[in-house]
């Protein structure tokens, strides 16, 4: 089984819905990423937690909130969403140990029409 | 201005080739640079990392950091079909990752 897992995988919605991407991790790391890619802007960082009571905004948080349910567990929620949040969605971990690591989930691919 | 700035490429090389892969970074406080590589459909995975100054060898990959110019390079030596990926350099504050755009690279048989 995979170490980050997101689900789902794919998603289609429309503008205005609430939405909500789940990760998962079983690598024990204590700290999660969510980012957000889009062609000729690279990888973005939404949210960072380093433990469950630490949540943090990145570069791009308009728009976005987070949950951190668990250490193992970290979502992110879209409340109203429009088409610009149109993207390819990452989950990651790393460690405070070796925070260098960090560790990517297969993506989320997510269309607001 | 951005943290890294990354040229996107396409870049298409033959295989066998060395391939030259560079970043430039605003902040000459960074001690961290990483490389990934993105396979498509897939996530970011670490390929390597160096800290403050210098060079790092692994395999057929050297990462190279110069910080007198805030330069950031990735030679691939005899480059292979499967090496054909996205590749995105990063700096790594302590707290954030900062990524450049990407550089698309082919390796054509």
């Known amino acids: 089984d995979a170490d980050v897992t997101q689900t789902p995988r794919n998603r289609i919605t429309k503008t205005g819905k609430r939405i909500m991407l789940e990760c998962s991790q079983t690598k024990g790391h204590d700290r999660m990423y969510w980012y957000r890619q889009d062609p000729g802007l690279g990888l973005r960082l939404i949210y960072y937690?380093?433990?469950?009571?630490?949540?943090n905004k990145g570069e791009i948080s308009d728009g976005y909130s987070v949950s951190r349910q668990a250490q193992a567990k970290f979502s992110l929620s879209l409340e109203s969403a429009i088409p610009n949040q149109t993207a390819l969605y990452f989950c990651?971990?790393?460690?405070?140990?070796?925070?260098?690591?960090?560790?990517f989930g297969p993506g989320t691919r997510l269309t607001v029409t | 201005q951005k943290e890294v700035e990354q040229d996107p490429g396409p870049l298409s090389v033959p295989e066998g080739a060395i391939v030259s892969l560079n970043c430039t970074y605003s902040n000459s406080a960074f001690q961290y640079f990483m490389w990934y590589r993105q396979y498509s459909r897939k996530g970011p995975e670490l390929l390597m990392y160096t800290y403050s100054s210098g060079n790092k060898e692994d395999g057929r990959f050297t990462a190279q950091v110069d910080k007198s110019s805030k330069y950031i390079s990735l030679f691939i030596r005899d480059s292979q079909p499967s090496d054909s990926a996205t590749y995105l350099c990063?700096?790594?504050?302590?707290?954030?990752?900062?990524f450049g755009t990407g550089t698309s690279l082919t390796v054509i048989p």
């Open positions: 990063a700096v790594y504050t302590g707290n954030q990752f900062y």
């Open positions: 990651a971990t790393s460690d405070t140990g070796s925070g260098i690591e960090q560790y």
């Open positions: 937690s380093f433990d469950v009571k630490d949540i």
